[in-house]
T-cell receptor, first 112, second 114 residues
Framework: SQQGEEDPQALSIQEGENATMNCSYK?????LQWYRQNSGRGLVHLIL?????REKHSGRLRVTLDTSKKSSSLLITASRAADTASYFCATKSGAGSYQLTFGKGTKLSVIP | DSGVTQTPKHLITATGQRVTLRCSPR?????VYWYQQSLDQGLQFLIQYYNGEERAKGNILERFSAQQFPDLHSELNLSSLELGDSALYFC?????????????FGPGTRLTVL
């Protein structure tokens, strides 16, 4: 079953613009991770934010987490055509749980 | 390149058949996870092995089974295949003793059941 729900399902922007994707989840989590998937390929880990963190940065990526609203957002600044991909949030729940539960993803298209 | 390898890349087979997908984790990773990605179900966790032992089960059908060998590679066996089993199957590995486990994904095996 899907834990996370990304919003929007698809997003199309011009190169140079910022892209914001949101993720909502249902149960309490240990951490939340964002992954990128280029068309039909493997997933690439982007960033992890722990449940006691509110914001994290990595290069052009900024992730926020609001555990009271059970939501997270991923911001990609100054987007590039190479950022075109699907982005998934994944949650890990509980101390004894190691598997990730993925959302359905946001398909981002960056137009040159 | 994540360091996780999967073979084969593509597999085309018929309904009712049995196939085996293979995964080699990153060097040093003891934990292997299998995921299925389909258009209707999205990315779903199937099963996890840690150092040869089954650790967690997700939405894995009884027709599917997996194992992890002493050299830590893993195989996912799919039997009595149905059209709906057509999907991308991913293997991921991680160092499980960390709570914040980053999972490294392989390139996947695309299974087509005709």
């Amino acid at each position: 079953s899907q834990q996370g729900e990304e919003d929007p399902q698809a997003l199309s922007i011009q190169e140079g613009e910022n892209a914001t994707m949101n993720c909502s989840y249902k149960t309490s989590i240990n951490n939340l991770q964002w992954y990128r998937q280029n068309s039909g390929r493997g997933l690439v880990h982007l960033i992890l934010i722990r449940s006691n963190e509110r914001e994290k940065h990595s290069g052009r990526l900024r992730v926020t987490l609001d555990t009271s609203k059970k939501s997270s957002s991923l911001l990609i600044t100054a987007s590039r055509a190479a950022d075109t991909a699907s982005y998934f949030c994944a949650t890990k729940s509980g101390a004894g749980s190691y598997q990730l539960t993925f959302g359905k993803g946001t398909k981002l298209s960056v137009i040159p | 390149d994540s360091g996780v390898t999967q073979t084969p890349k593509h597999l085309i087979t018929a309904t009712g058949q049995r196939v085996t997908l293979r995964c080699s984790p990153r060097s040093g990773d003891l934990s292997v996870y299998w995921y299925q990605q389909s258009l209707d179900q999205g990315l779903q966790f199937l099963i996890q092995y840690y150092n040869g032992e089954e650790r967690a089960k997700g939405n894995i059908l009884e027709r599917f089974s997996a194992q992890q060998f002493p050299d830590l590679h893993s195989e996912l066996n799919l039997s009595s295949l149905e059209l709906g089993d057509s999907a991308l199957y991913f293997c991921a590995s991680s160092v499980e003793h960390r709570v914040d486990n980053e999972q490294f994904f392989g390139p996947g095996t695309r299974l087509t059941v005709l």
